[in-house]
């Protein structure tokens, strides 16, 4: 059982939260423009990561709160907790493995999804 | 009997109180300090069990938690538990046990005919000897094996006994009591840090208990008795004997099982929990398992008599039970040669130790000759003797790679074999902690490599066997733990002197050769005791191409019994390499899992499991007056539902029946206040439930309703309900009963990480409110009557609005909504104005012969409106068009939850399953719900399943069965005749419009 720092409350075991799935996926401003399969890959598509993986967590049992964990995921050790909305700087070693890991995911389908409404989202909703 | 066995000496043991307890039937006598098997052994009973499959006699191997032969059923009656090691139970007057894989008796055991038969049971049986024909498998194979394999019997009564769970932090949790434990728990002890010491066994003390080591000059346990009162003295310091850590998981979580009665036997301390199980989280952790005695795998290995040598050892030193009369030791190593040693000492006659190495000149081997002991090397047991009990052995030289016979044999008469293949250090938790291990070649073990977690390996369990090395290691890993965990300055306190005795490397010989090759011939090398896995078993494996360790493991069961391959798995995997040609760290472990030694489920229970404490009840403030007037209740969630109010001789039929038929002419009452409620407030409010509904909100005037779908992402229905404006920025929502929870967490979901810039704020407000639906013809009047001051009329107060308004001298909201079709009015209370709300409409509805009603006739009524349950008519899988809801999208919203997915091509599929309604072509007949639907009545295998049903019910109000489905093409087949498939019963039905009652919708306006 993970033991996690939820940012308002505290270490508290991982029964109070629940998982939300990757973190810094932001839902398209503009649905109509994207194709059905660009709209399945916000639905549906979620990296698979071996090492550092950001993810969403809820503190359910507690503050209610969302916000997000690097988590590596081999080892389960978390690597940081950061409140939505703010930026994370990972430790320079962590960084190149979960940089290793980003830049893997992108690099299979490059032409599928605009660059424009991925990064527009994000550059609004950073850490959402 | 007497205690032919027992010897002056035992450290452990109080020969003066003496002990009454009875085995298999018969009595014996032990002492106080003793263990079963202990006891057993005193008693010169070692033939304690049969095997699992071929029911083999079987003899006490071990003296501690790795034991797969003595395996106990312990007590009987309600209090009675299986498969306990013998090896573990502590001995208390009147015990009572027996052996578990036997019948009739362990002397005679009717079953050990399938030794006879031992090749139907070869590896991989499971698969092979009773595959054909099939139908055998559930009606007689199985059942079969179970019989002859089935370990001990549960309980049929409750478990009288509690048991509790403790939660707690430290700073250092110690595993492991030996040398290097007691070191690492002093060391951090004197740091200041909360330290927390478990060992499973009954003292602290670990393999010191059994053996006559000298520490600072003076008999170890000494040492031990000081180092204990030292920790003790410590307000810091936990110590937890007989305390087993089953997990170790995630962020040094690390879960104990805490045996605290079962010394005094059953029921003998009803005031204490029983078991307790404990939950750590530790900053650091020292993992002082210690190692388990390999056995040696050589012909016919499992005869009674022959033990793991450091277990005969310790049951001579400490419960002062000699294993025999006359042994041989047989090893590869040098430790084995202490046991021949002490055992002399003991008086116990060990004419000779069989060495597998060419050479034995080390230390140990050197005092043995001087004791008289022969030392025959380069040499192994190639055979035994003796059913019940070992009666002989042959001995022969043997090559040296161990692969054949090279000399001429020579039988030796003993009734014990005390055997050492070396140690497998103890790597459990530590793998548990998803710590990497690495194979040691010289220690011919598996070693902890690289920590996964905040976490230290010290002793025998990192591979260091020698005492002095351990109590160093120890100590200077309990200060570094204090260290990192922020306390003291990580300088090791001095540890002990031991008296170093350095021991010569040992040899693997992994399987040792006998006159025929291994698998032919009568002989058998066990490597799995319990699971009667040999080592041909292993070798036929590889040859059939089971080359990972995980699939040797689940062809052959090795590792798989009660004792998780304690003793086994290293051989197995070594025999595995051998077989495949492969080095053993290219082959591999299997995986390590809690638990490390099996928790009874009441522990893992914890209190309350049998009362009303395991899941939470909730009532509504009406619960009283429900419980008053006969009504039964169904739980829906952790609510207590009324679900309908039998009178005198009515059973749930003629119940719903009447209440049916009551509300739909006169009036009815339902208690809807578990209906989940939102509070929604905020300047974004209606522009947040215009994302959150697939419907238009932005414009609902404040004073109405609105009925709205909310989907996922995926388009899919996820929840529905009413929503009232109560305020420009003020919303009222209502959920389902069951998906109250879910919705407020998907609003706060979105509100939180997709649209934080939404000024809205949501609060659970369910129970807050006391909601009571009050519908049929007479509703208005009873409303009226209730409320003189507010006007009912359809004018003032037109379907799907609200208003506000004294009711029954209590400040009110009154929502005209309809679940039944009919007139009906909602009036919402505060709480505590529930129960008096419900007895006022009950006085004043009196004269309208008022109906209370439960959640059965509910389900009637809306189902005769073809009203969808979501949850029971949908699955996640509708669209508000398969429901037949177009209506409900607002096709000018250019954006909402659920649109993107909704619009796409394949959601305008006709073949779709869709919401219709069916008739039965027999009126009376009422289909069975989740009945699966085909178009046709014969059809071929498989047949097409077009469908299921979702909702079936008998309707009163139209004297005809009436059921909603889910049908593929179903909107364009009303007026088709489809078939119902119930259990091999067919009826046919028909498809109509779910709306199966007032279909112009003319009786909500009363």
């Known amino acids: 059982m993970l033991y996690i720092k939820c940012p308002w409350c505290g270490e508290r075991d991982e029964t109070e939260y629940h998982y939300g799935g990757e973190a810094h996926i932001a839902r398209p401003e503009n649905p109509d423009e994207l194709t059905d399969a660009e709209w399945a890959e916000y639905v549906f598509m979620r990296t698979n990561t071996k090492g550092v993986h950001r993810e969403r967590w809820v503190h359910s049992d507690g503050c209610r709160r969302w916000f997000n964990v690097a988590r590596n995921t081999v080892t389960n050790e978390i690597v940081a907790v950061y409140k939505a909305g703010e930026k994370l700087e990972l430790p320079a070693a962590e960084a190149v493995k979960a940089e290793a890991e980003t830049k893997k995911a992108p690099a299979k389908k490059p032409a599928k999804k605009p660059a424009t409404v991925k990064k527009a989202a994000v550059d609004k909703k950073e850490g959402a | 009997m007497t205690e032919k066995f027992r010897t002056s000496h035992g450290t452990g043991v109080d020969r003066s109180s003496v002990i009454n307890f009875t085995f298999n039937g018969k009595a ?122 089935g370990l001990g019997v549960l309980p049929r009564e409750k478990d009288p006994d509690t048991y509790d769970h403790m939660n707690e932090f430290c700073e250092v949790m110690v595993i492991g009591a030996g040398p290097a434990g007691l070191a690492a728990a002093l060391a951090a002890g004197k740091s200041g840090a909360r330290v927390v010491l478990c060992d499973e066994q009954v003292e602290f003390g670990g393999s010191l208990l059994n053996s006559k080591e000298i520490i600072d000059g003076r008999p170890a346990l000494e040492w031990v008795a000081s180092a204990v009162a030292e920790l003790e003295a ?297 699971h009667d896995v040999t080592a041909a078993d292993i070798m036929l494996a590889a040859r059939e191409g089971m080359h990972s360790v995980e699939h040797m493991k689940r062809f052959t069961t090795t590792g798989m019994a009660t004792d998780q391959g304690k003793l086994s798995n290293v051989n197995g995997l070594a025999i595995l390499s051998a077989q495949l040609g492969k080095a053993i760290p290219q082959v591999g472990t299997t995986t390590f899992r809690p638990p490390y030694t099996p928790v009874t489920f009441g522990a893992l229970a914890g209190r309350g499991i049998n009362g009303d404490l395991a899941d939470p009840v909730r009532r509504t403030p009406m619960y009283s007056w429900h419980l008053e007037h006969g009504a039964t209740f169904e739980p829906v969630g952790q609510w207590q539902r009324a679900w309908y109010y039998p009178k005198a001789g009515e059973d749930m039929h003629a119940a719903v029946t009447r209440e049916s038929k009551a509300l739909r002419d006169g009036v009815g009452i339902l208690d809807a206040s578990t209906l989940g409620k939102i509070d929604i407030q905020g300047k974004d409010a209606a522009q947040f439930l215009n994302m959150i509904y697939t419907n238009a909100w932005l414009k609902l005037p404040v004073g109405s309703c609105r009925y709205g779908f909310m989907l996922k992402e995926d388009g899919m229905v996820f929840d529905d309900g009413v929503t009232s404006r109560l305020g420009e920025n003020h919303f009222h929502m209502t959920t389902t009963t069951g998906g109250a929870a879910g919705v407020l967490d998907w609003l706060e979901e979105y509100l939180q990480t997709e649209w934080p810039d939404l000024e809205v704020y949501c609060t659970s407000v369910t129970e807050e409110w006391s909601t009571l639906s009050i519908g049929g013809p007479k509703a208005r009047e009873l409303l009226e009557e209730l409320a003189p001051e507010m006007d009912f009329s359809n004018e003032a107060f037109p379907f799907m609005t609200w208003r506000e308004g004294d009711v029954a001298g209590v400040p009110a909201r009154v ?192």
């Open chain 2, 28 to 149: 014996y006598r032990g002492v106080a300090g003793d263990t079963l098997a202990s006891a057993l052994v005193a008693n010169g009973v070692h033939l304690v069990g049969r095997s699992f499959k071929t029911h083999r006699p079987r003899g006490i191997l071990t003296c501690g938690s790795e034991e797969p032969n003595a395996i106990i059923q312990l007590e009987t009656g309600p209090r009675s538990e299986p498969n306990l090691r013998a090896t573990q139970i502590e001995l208390y007057e009147g015990l009572i046990a027996k052996s578990v894989n036997c019948w009739p008796s362990v002397n005679f055991d009717v079953l050990a005919v399938n030794g006879l038969a031992s090749r139907l049971f070869v590896a991989g049986f499971y698969y092979k000897t009773f595959m054909d024909p099939k139908s055998m498998w559930m009606t007689v194979y199985e059942p079969m094996i179970r019989r002859m394999a």
């Open chain 2, 234 to 530: 410590m307000d810091n310091v936990r110590l937890l004997k007989r305390a087993n850590a089953f997990g170790y998981y995630d962020h040094n979580y690390i879960t104990v099982h805490e045996r605290r009665t079962d010394h005094f036997g059953p029921g003998a301390k009803p005031e204490l929990a029983r078991h307790r199980v404990w939950h750590f989280r530790a900053k650091q952790v020292v993992l002082a398992t210690g190692s388990h005695e390999r056995p040696l795998v050589f012909a016919d290995n499992d005869r009674p008599g022959i033990m793991l040598a450091a277990s005969g050892q310790a049951y001579a030193n400490r419960y002062g039970a000699l294993p025999g009369k006359r042994g041989v030791v047989f090893t590869n190593n040098d430790s084995a040669y202490r046991v021949a040693i002490d055992l002399v000492d003991a008086g116990m006659a060990i004419p000779m130790v069989i060495d597998l190495r060419e050479v034995a000149d080390g230390e140990l081997p050197n005092v043995a000759r001087q004791k008289g002991i022969e030392v025959v090397t380069g040499a192994g047991i190639v055979a035994t003797e003796g059913r019940k009990r070992l009666k002989a052995i042959e001995i022969a030289q043997i090559s040296s790679d161990g692969e054949k016979i090279t000399g001429a044999k020579r039988r030796i008469e003993c009734d014990t074999i005390l055997m050492s293949g070396g140690w497998n250090p103890a790597v459990h938790l530590f793998s548990q902690s998803i710590g990497k291990l690495r194979y040691d070649e010289e220690k011919a073990c598996f070693l902890p490599n690289i920590s996964s977690q905040k976490e230290r390996t010290v002793g025998a369990c990192k591979g260091t066997f020698d005492l002095q090395s351990a109590l160093e290691e120890g100590m200077a890993a309990g200060a570094l733990a204090a260290q990192d965990s922020g306390f003291g300055k990580g300088k090791a306190p001095a540890a002990p002197k031991a008296i170093v005795v350095v021991e010569k490397p040992l040899k693997a010989i992994w399987v040792v050769p006998t006159d025929h090759p291994v698998g032919q011939g009568p002989r058998k090398h066990f490597v799995d005791y319990q």
């Open chain 2, 815 to 1006: 929502f005209r909504i309809s679940f039944t079709g009919d007139l009906s009015y909602e009036i919402n209370v505060r709480n505590w104005h529930g129960l008096h709300m419900w007895e006022k409409c009950m006085e004043l509805g009196a004269k309208y012969d008022i109906t209370p009603y439960g959640t059965e006739t509910m389900h009637v009524l809306r189902a005769e409106k073809g009203f969808v349950i979501i949850g029971q008519d949908t699955d996640g899988t509708q669209t508000p068009q398969d429901l037949g809801m177009d209506w409900i999208i607002a096709k000018s919203k250019a954006d909402f939850i659920g649109r993107r997915s909704f619009v796409r091509e394949d959601t305008k599929r006709s073949d779709r399953k869709q919401l219709v309604g069916l008739m039965t072509e027999n009126p009376k007949e009422v289909l069975a719900e989740g009945a699966q639907l085909t178009y046709e009545r014969v059809n071929p295998t498989p047949a097409p399943m077009v469908g299921h049903v979702t909702s079936a019910y008998w309707s009163p109000n139209l004297d005809h069965s009436i059921a909603m489905a889910m049908v593929k093409d179903g909107h364009n087949r009303m007026g088709q005749w489809i078939y119902a498939h119930d259990r091999g019963k067919v009826t046919k039905v028909k498809i109509v419009s779910p709306v199966f009652y007032d279909q112009k919708g003319e009786r909500r306006d009363g």
